[in-house]
């Protein structure tokens, strides 16, 4: 069976989605479900392209046990619409930005993160120039949201709908 490919995407890739990648796929990995889910993270941005996550995103993952260190920034591409299942925005702006970029085919694959993963419709919001306690934050919400969106998709999979996560 293909794995659910879900790519979160912020506004550039350094903050909120390589940690919710990195929280995702740690959460996946536990429930032994790391095979059944692709993971992968973007922004709709290009400012940050190859490079590593805010050092206040690694330190906030590595204090829960999650090293996203190795993570490099990248900008969705049109490509990414095709390849991938889902795709959760942090915030409506990208979820604007995402809509306006996709194939019409593919928008429906276009979501807000808290909203589809947890029916919270709220932004995840940008910590950029915030203090590093928004991090801590930031990572509550985001482990709150995956791990929704984790039962959401195991839901889904035992009910035989695994290619329907729309």
Same mark, same amino acid.
Request: aromatic share 6%.
């Given at each position: 069976?293909? @794995?659910?490919?879900?790519? !979160?995407? *912020?506004?550039?890739?350094? *903050?909120?989605? @390589?940690l919710a990648? =990195?929280?995702? &796929?740690?959460?996946?990995? &536990? +429930?032994?479900?790391? &095979?059944?889910?692709?993971?992968?993270?973007a =922004?709709?941005g290009?400012?940050?392209?190859?490079?590593?996550?805010?050092?206040?995103?690694v330190?906030? /993952?590595?204090?829960?046990?999650?090293?996203?260190a /190795? %993570?490099? =920034?990248?900008?969705?591409?049109?490509?990414d !619409?095709?390849?991938?299942?889902?795709?959760?925005? $942090?915030?409506? +702006?990208?979820?604007?930005?995402?809509?306006?970029?996709?194939?019409?085919a593919? /928008?429906?694959?276009?979501? %807000?993160? $808290?909203?589809y993963?947890?029916?919270?419709?709220?932004?995840? @919001?940008? @910590?950029?120039?915030?203090a590093?306690?928004?991090?801590?934050?930031?990572?509550q919400?985001?482990? +709150?949201?995956c791990? #929704?969106? %984790?039962?959401r %998709?195991?839901?889904?999979s035992?009910?035989?709908?695994? #290619? #329907?996560? &729309?």
């Amino acid at each position: 069976m293909k @794995p659910v490919g879900i790519l !979160f995407v *912020c506004l550039g890739n350094i *903050c909120r989605s @390589p940690l919710a990648e =990195g929280i995702m &796929r740690e959460l996946a990995t &536990r +429930a032994g479900r790391a &095979r059944a889910i692709s993971i992968d993270s973007a =922004g709709t941005g290009a400012w940050h392209v190859g490079d590593p996550p805010d050092r206040r995103s690694v330190a906030v /993952a590595r204090a829960h046990g999650i090293d996203i260190a /190795a %993570l490099r =920034g990248r900008k969705i591409d049109v490509a990414d !619409f095709a390849a991938f299942d889902l795709i959760l925005g $942090m915030d409506r +702006a990208n979820v604007r930005d995402l809509r306006a970029l996709a194939p019409e085919a593919t /928008a429906d694959k276009v979501h %807000l993160f $808290m909203d589809y993963a947890a029916g919270r419709d709220e932004d995840v @919001p940008d @910590p950029y120039y915030e203090a590093a306690g928004a991090f801590e934050a930031l990572y509550q919400m985001l482990e +709150a949201g995956c791990s #929704s969106l %984790l039962a959401r %998709l195991e839901r889904s999979s035992s009910s035989g709908k695994t #290619s #329907s996560v &729309r």
